[in-house]
């Protein structure tokens, strides 16, 4: 009787304990956060030898430079500065550095969860929208903090915004405000809005929700959404978006898009491989494109009249950058050749540069590129 009590209250603990965690992991309850911080401590150092935060677990290509700073083509270089968000080993935190156009380092700024959401205790959380504003302050927000916050030059907030979970891209818009996603109860849940925030005082200025605003009502838009017409909302749906980039079309370059209007809303979701074009006044999806991008990031408007897409996953582990015409559907993919290879299987973010050079960073690496427009290197950042 003994031995039978011991083996059924060992089944039903093993039980219990599969249940739980099978729980942890789709609902996301404690102690998820803390073992999905473990598992990226552990990946990172198997893969780079370092103990670091979950942005950087990929070794770099062979023949990547291993000074922190590599300047390659000095006379191809964009002018002016660069600032850089990453982790701090020596410091033991998230930093931001500021560089000048040689890569010297000027200023650095400190990110640190801990001083804006007192209750998160020693855990914190990873910066990951961020943007420098001209008086030497930056805006960032968090990956699973619920916080969003403008920082002063040395790193003291401002001003800090607690009503919502709010990440990903941070975006200015034309009129000087900012566009940001914010989500309820998760930043991977199904309630998702695109947020319009005065950078100034942090307070919101318009707000939209995807579903009720730009889905729901519109079998189109719920098809092309991966959604069924008649869909409710379920906590235990999960990552059905994970929206990751929202950018709006300035005055400058509506010429170059014809079919669009200034202040229609580029956006990514990653979780559909969907990129799409929202009209925020008359609520409706203007355009859209699922793929050929895996798992993209940060589609930009480009001075060419093409939409620039940060293209994380080809077959190959392999990133790169993609254009696509949105009228004629034509794909290019540039930027690119085996000097400057890089691959990233989350996050990334790139920009094109003045001189027709495109600054591409890789965090699943802990580096940034700057190439030529046939994709040799210019500069090359590594966050040893």
């Known amino acids: 009787a003994t031995i039978l009590f011991v083996a059924c209250l060992f089944f039903l603990t093993s039980m219990g304990a599969l249940l739980f965690g099978i729980g942890v992991g789709k609902f996301e309850i404690w102690p998820y956060a803390p073992l999905r911080v473990m598992y990226a401590h552990f990946t990172s150092f198997i893969h780079t030898g370092k103990w670091a935060p979950e942005a950087r677990i990929i070794p770099r290509p062979e023949g990547a430079s291993g000074a922190r700073v590599a300047v390659h083509q000095p006379d191809a270089l964009e002018h002016g500065y660069r600032a850089i968000m990453g982790w701090d080993d020596g410091a033991n935190e998230h930093t931001i550095w500021l560089l000048d156009a040689s890569g010297q380092q000027v200023h650095s700024w400190t990110v640190d969860y801990s001083t804006l959401d007192v209750d998160a205790g020693d855990e914190g959380d990873t910066p990951h929208g961020m943007k420098v504003l001209e008086d030497g302050s930056v805006l960032v927000n968090f990956d699973g903090g619920q916080r969003l916050a403008r920082l002063d030059a040395c790193g003291k907030p401002i001003w800090i915004k607690k009503d919502g979970i709010y990440h990903h891209s941070i975006e200015r818009a034309e009129d000087g405000s900012f566009w940001t996603w914010r989500a309820d109860g998760s930043a991977?849940?199904?309630?998702?809005?695109?947020?319009?925030?005065?950078?100034?005082?942090?307070?919101?200025?318009?707000?939209?929700?995807?579903?009720?605003?730009?889905?729901?009502?519109?079998?189109?838009?719920?098809?092309?959404?991966?959604?069924?017409?008649?869909?409710?909302?379920?906590?235990?749906?999960?990552?059905?978006?994970?929206?990751?980039?929202?950018?709006?079309?300035?005055s400058a370059l509506a010429d170059r898009f014809p079919d669009f209007r200034p202040g229609d809303l580029l956006v990514s979701l990653k979780a559909s491989n969907l990129i799409a074009v929202l009209d925020p006044v008359q609520k409706k999806l203007k355009w859209w494109s699922h793929g050929p991008w895996r798992l993209q990031h940060d589609p930009d408007f480009g001075t060419d009249?093409?939409?620039?897409?940060?293209?994380?996953?080809?077959?190959?582990?392999?990133?790169?950058?993609?254009?696509?015409?949105?009228?004629?559907?034509?794909?290019?993919?540039?930027?690119?050749?085996?000097?400057?290879?890089?691959?990233?299987?989350?996050?990334?973010?790139?920009?094109?540069?003045?001189s027709g050079n495109l600054l591409i960073v890789v965090p699943d690496e802990g580096r940034v590129l700057e190439t030529t427009r046939s994709g040799d290197l210019v500069f090359e950042f590594n966050n040893l």
Do not use: C
């Open 188 to 250: 991977y849940s199904a309630d998702q809005h695109l947020l319009n925030f005065d950078p100034a005082t942090g307070a919101t200025l318009k707000e939209y929700s995807l579903l009720d605003d730009f889905i729901q009502g519109s079998p189109a838009a719920a098809v092309v959404f991966g959604l069924p017409a008649d869909f409710q909302r379920d906590e235990s749906q999960g990552d059905i978006f994970h929206p990751n980039d929202i950018e709006p079309l300035h």
């Open 305 to 354: 009249g093409k939409i620039w897409v940060y293209n994380n996953q080809t077959a190959v582990d392999q990133s790169n950058i993609i254009a696509v015409d949105p009228r004629t559907r034509d794909i290019e993919s540039a930027y690119s050749n085996q000097k400057s290879r890089f691959f990233s299987e989350t996050m990334g973010k790139h920009q094109l540069l003045p």
